[in-house]
């Protein structure tokens, strides 16, 4: 490689190749150079480190005088002397200085599809329980740190809150690790984790009646019929909200989920039931005099979307209800009631969306046979049907 005294004059002098580069040697501090391109030119330090060649950028001809490169250089190839890569030691001081909210980005802006639900929850416990750690470091965050402020999180807000606060902390910082190995391990390890009960039970069947008579009594028929669609289904309240007229097909008797929780991807198709079928064409012909303009099969004026969101009753219709109960406590309804239908789980797993068993064979060579499905749809359905 041409060798040249490394002043300002003799750089500007430099010409750039058409293609490729080219690198020139300083006649006087072994490994100092400058490297040339089509349009740039670059001061560099160069060595050998374990018999590998180590090239380390120091900074641009014009931005940086050739006295500071120089000096940079000396200081480069001193590391370097000592066998120390100054590449990895810039790779990891960029490790340890990326911030909480750093991380909380990257994982925000990461290919993975999740759901909105997912998200919001994450937003949130940045939000509400971190927000005061999103400038630190995440290397600067220790285990001691992160223990006594679980612990916190649960005696203000709560166990559920203090869990999901530390699994999306866990979250940013795992995904942090995959681009800055040099971060220490993830001080989630020392949280003591909440004990998580499920907080929607199923009704029991004794009380499906009395729950009947109860949903009756409501003086909303959007909302009647909001709840005993998702008791005959077992859909999740966001999906159920979310049907849109265009997704029922009246002459196939189905009902197109297009985002699911796991996303477009986890789409499917329900059969419906005789009943489901009645309780849709209700809805549809109230809706007529009701919102004659809306898209949506469950619409509301009080809602930023159009349908209805998170129905929730009045202090005085909680007290007249006989079998109090959440929403999400419909689905767990429905799934007690097809198992005690005799549903396969396999039929079970399908008609809720759930994912069929990782590594059972079985599983795998099961296909969608709408026609089957409906059958086991109207089985659960007339088992319903019967206690109420």
């Known amino acids: 490689m041409p060798i040249i005294k490394i002043i300002k004059g003799a750089v500007d002098k430099l010409t750039h190749p058409s293609e490729g580069q080219k690198l020139f040697m300083d006649e006087a501090l072994k490994g100092f150079g400058v490297l040339i391109s089509a349009n740039t030119k670059s001061y560099v330090a160069q060595r050998d480190i374990g018999g590998r060649t180590v090239r380390v950028t120091l900074g641009r001809h014009g931005v940086m005088t050739t006295a500071q490169a120089r000096r940079y250089a000396e200081e480069a190839l001193g590391l370097m002397r000592r066998g120390i890569n100054p590449n990895e030691q810039k790779r990891a001081a960029q490790g340890r200085s990326i911030t909480l909210q750093e991380a909380a980005d990257l994982y925000l802006q990461s290919n993975k599809p999740r759901a909105e639900k997912t998200i919001k929850g994450f937003r949130d416990a940045m939000r509400l329980h971190l927000k005061d750690w999103l400038a630190t470091p995440l290397a600067e965050i220790t285990r001691k740190m992160i223990y006594?402020?679980?612990?916190?999180?649960?005696?203000?807000?709560?166990?559920?809150?203090?869990?999901?606060?530390?699994?999306?902390?866990?979250?940013?910082?795992?995904?942090?690790?995959?681009?800055?190995?040099?971060?220490?391990?993830?001080?989630?390890?020392?949280?003591?984790?909440?004990?998580?009960?499920?907080?929607?039970?199923?009704?029991?069947?004794?009380?499906?009646?009395?729950?009947?008579?109860?949903?009756?009594?409501?003086?909303?028929?959007?909302?009647?019929?909001?709840?005993?669609?998702?008791?005959?289904?077992?859909?999740?309240?966001?999906?159920?909200?979310?049907?849109?007229?265009?997704?029922?097909?009246?002459?196939?008797?189905?009902?197109?989920?297009?985002?699911?929780k796991g996303g477009k991807k986890r789409a499917f198709t329900l059969p419906l039931s005789d009943l489901l079928i009645e309780i849709l064409l209700r809805r549809q012909v109230e809706n007529e005099k009701l919102t004659p303009d809306s898209p949506w099969a469950f619409p509301s004026d009080k809602s930023k979307t159009g349908h209805i969101a998170e129905p929730k009753l009045t202090p005085a219709q909680k007290a007249s209800l006989v079998v109090p109960f959440s929403v999400h406590g419909l689905r767990h309804t429905w799934i007690t009631a097809a198992n005690a239908a005799g549903l396969s789980p396999y039929d079970i797993k399908m008609l809720t969306n759930h994912m069929l068993p990782k590594g059972d064979v079985t599983a795998g060579y099961i296909g969608l046979h709408m026609e089957a499905l409906r059958a086991s749809q109207q089985r659960v359905t007339d088992y319903l049907r019967g206690l109420i």
Do not use: C
């Open 148 to 260: 006594d402020r679980h612990r916190r999180i649960g005696d203000i807000s709560g166990p559920y809150a203090a869990n999901a606060t530390m699994r999306a902390f866990r979250a940013a910082y795992n995904g942090a690790m995959r681009l800055h190995e040099e971060l220490p391990p993830n001080p989630t390890i020392s949280v003591d984790w909440f004990s998580e009960y499920r907080r929607s039970a199923a009704i029991p069947a004794e009380q499906l009646a009395d729950w009947h008579k109860d949903i009756q009594a409501l003086s909303n028929p959007i909302r009647q019929t909001f709840y005993l669609l998702i008791l005959f289904t077992g859909l999740r309240r966001e999906s159920a909200a979310e049907i849109r007229w265009e997704h029922v097909d009246f002459n196939k008797g189905t009902l197109l989920i297009p985002k699911p």
